[in-house]
């Protein structure tokens, strides 16, 4: 699920990146660019949520099989 988040973290930075500098004609496009890179940072909290579950998780292995209850 990490990969995933990152994959569409990119590809919506990419699209707001798009929307804001390249096709921005009017205002409403760059305040489109403005929501496309929000999510964008929405789904690389995603990402760095997981990851950080990922290590809280090792880090309790470690220490109960340093305790002996593994």
Request: charged share 20%.
């Amino acid at each position: 699920m990490k990969t995933l988040n990152g994959i569409i973290s990119v590809l919506l930075g990419l699209a707001s990146m798009y929307l804001m500098f390249f096709k921005a004609q009017t205002d409403q496009d760059i305040i489109y660019g403005f929501g496309v890179l929000l999510m964008s940072i929405i789904f690389m909290c995603f990402m760095l949520l997981e990851e950080r579950k990922e290590e809280v998780e090792r880090l309790r292995h470690i220490i109960m099989k340093s305790k002996g209850m593994i």
